[in-house]
């Protein structure tokens, strides 16, 4: 019998995954559990129409993700520090305050964790870092560290 999994089970399959299960599996363990359901029809079309709006979502959120990364290329985000002789900076610049400023500065709103920043910038100058928009997308970002003194 075809069934439509409700959600992962280990060992079976993961959600909304058509499998082939036994009649007493499906109708003594799966169905009274709630864990699947019959893959008739009526709910495969269902199915199909859940995996077409997700299809779809995620190509809208690809698309912005695009606008974005060529909205961060145009930029060259300013970020003031305090420093101290040589170029050396108090601290550092974190991911956080490269999302902090991007949003301040340009109302881009990016999270801290999609900054790939293998460390924290400790001194001044410009430079370019990634930033990973959505699967399969990398914006590049100019950042210039300058001095407030």
């Known amino acids: 019998m075809k069934v439509i999994l409700k959600s992962d089970i280990k060992g079976v399959g993961k959600k909304d995954q058509v499998i082939d299960a ?27 129409a859940k995996e077409d709006a997700v299809k779809y979502q995620k ?31 108090f601290g550092g610049v974190s991911s956080k305050e490269i999302a902090q400023e991007l949003e301040k500065q340009y109302k881009i709103i990016i999270d801290k964790k999609k900054v790939d920043l293998k460390e924290t910038i400790k001194t001044l100058g410009t430079r370019t870092i990634d930033i990973k928009l959505y699967e399969g997308v990398i914006g590049s970002l100019r950042i210039d560290v300058i001095s407030e003194n």
């Open 59 to 89: 190509g809208v959120e690809k698309e912005e993700a695009l606008k974005t990364a060529d909205k961060l290329s145009k930029i060259l985000l300013k970020i003031r520090v305090k420093s101290g002789e040589n170029g050396k900076i």
């Open 22 to 48: 036994s009649d007493g599996y499906a109708r003594n363990f799966l169905f009274p559990k709630n864990l699947a359901v019959e893959a008739n029809k009526e709910n495969m079309a269902k199915l199909k």
